[in-house]
């Protein structure tokens, strides 16, 4: 079945890196997203990665992917109060021609000055 | 331009009143969707269009009917909406291929 994973809580200090994991059932996915949304506003994609992929980094930013434990996971480096939102990690399924996003349930980082 | 743009931001009707949402983008993507999102929960999936036609249904009440007039806009038309329908209405697009979904603002809509 299709289902995507999240840890509901992250807390870290401004400066510090925060990891965020998820992981994802589906060995049919193709293609991961991170993304990000601030109180009241839409989802921004931040990243993404190609399932054929391990890692990909893109300025702060660091996507890991473990195909074989289908366990994603991203890293922002020197995490700042700006970074404070719900991240929410999501795939498509090769399955599906119509791009439907699976979405986990979102972690909520918080970041202390 | 990577925007996709909703319209109203917030929206406040009675149960018995019929209105529109609205969404645009002239990113050339030819997949549109309609997401449901309630307050610290992940979007949910209600329509899906594909070159301007009807993909997806998720089993949407049919009291909310989306229309996709052509290639850059997509409306979804509200009529006798219940108090559990207030949440946030998401819009995207995305291109073939890679499906990254770019998502607009948003319109909060309160059913009163």
């Known amino acids: 079945g299709e289902d995507v994973e999240q840890s509901l809580f992250l807390s870290v200090r401004e400066g510090d890196s925060s990891v965020i994991n998820c992981t994802y059932t589906?060995?049919?996915?193709?293609?991961l997203y991170w993304y990000k949304q601030e109180p009241g506003a839409g989802l921004q994609l931040l990243t993404y990665i190609f399932s054929n992929m391990d890692m990909k980094q893109d300025q702060r930013l660091t996507v890991l992917l473990n195909k074989k434990d289908k366990h994603l996971s991203l890293r922002i480096a020197d995490t700042q109060t700006g970074d404070s939102a719900i991240y929410f990690c999501?795939?498509?399924?090769?399955?599906?021609?119509?791009?439907?996003?699976?979405f986990g349930q979102g972690t909520t980082l918080q970041v202390k000055p | 331009d990577t925007e996709v743009t909703q319209t109203p931001k917030h929206l406040v009707m009675g149960m018995t009143n019929k209105k529109s949402l609205k969404c645009e983008q002239h990113?050339?993507?030819?997949?549109m969707y309609w997401y449901k999102q309630k307050a610290k929960k992940p979007p949910e999936l209600m329509f899906v269009?594909?070159?301007?036609?009807?993909?997806i249904n998720e089993s949407v009440p049919s009291r909310f009917s989306p229309e996709c007039p052509n290639s850059s806009l997509l409306n979804l038309h509200l009529h006798a909406l219940q108090p559990e329908d207030s949440a946030l209405y998401l819009c995207?697009?995305?291109?073939?291929?890679?499906?990254?979904?770019?998502f607009g603002q948003g319109t909060r809509l309160t059913v009163v």
């Open positions: 589906d060995s049919s996915s193709t293609y």
């Open positions: 995207a697009s995305s291109p073939p291929v890679s499906g990254e979904a770019f």
């Open positions: 269009y594909s070159y301007e036609k009807l993909s």
């Open positions: 999501a795939e498509s399924l090769l399955s599906s021609n119509t791009g439907k996003l699976i």
């Open positions: 990113m050339g993507h030819r997949a």
